[in-house]
């Protein structure tokens, strides 16, 4: 993979960010946006022509740029979108990111105050909100506790095949990862 494969994988929020990076490391650095509707514009205009892939939390709002989507495949953690013109995914991390991260932490009876993180879904909120989540050492260190986490696991799986196969991506295939 290189630098530009980086560059269209877009994810909405610092703790996302830092979690790819994490599962998936990136030669450079993923194409951080502020929120879903960042990332829609994004696709739109600057990767109108490429492939890319967004991954947001599965807001209450959705981004009005879903409408142009297929639902390919969903289970309680992960829903993946596909385009029905262009080379874009949407992959939804739900019901939330945070509580995506509790739920593997419990999955994998892991004591967040080990990490020094909060073990409730608001005190993690108002940590994984600020700037510096994006890069913090102990959710880094968090995520790779987490990285056997069946969730987490299948997240990494499909950012892998996504990123390797953009173009070629089969919806037979993403559909047998995430259901």
């Known amino acids: 993979m290189n630098h530009a494969t980086d560059n269209l994988i877009l994810p909405e929020c610092y703790i996302e960010t830092n979690l790819i990076e994490a599962l998936v490391p990136p030669q450079h650095g993923y194409n951080h946006q502020k929120g879903c509707p960042a990332v829609a514009k994004k696709m739109k205009e600057k990767f109108a022509d ?8 599965k807001d209450k709002r959705r981004v009005s740029y879903l409408q142009e989507f297929s639902l390919i495949a969903s289970d309680q953690d992960l829903e993946i979108y596909k385009h029905k013109e262009r080379p874009h995914y949407i992959l939804l991390i739900s019901p939330a990111v945070e509580g995506f991260i509790l739920k593997a932490a419990s999955t994998l009876k892991l004591d967040l105050r080990t990490y020094e993180i909060p073990v409730s879904l608001e005190g993690m909120k108002k940590e994984t909100k600020q700037v510096d989540a994006k890069s913090s050492q102990k959710y880094r260190k968090l995520f790779k ?7 987490f696991q299948k997240l990494a799986r499909v950012i892998f095949y996504l990123k390797d196969k953009r173009y070629e991506a089969q919806e037979d295939v993403l559909r047998e990862m995430i259901e």
């Open 50 to 57: 490429s492939f890319a892939l967004g991954i947001m939390d």
């Open 145 to 151: 506790a987490l990285s056997s986490a069946p969730e």
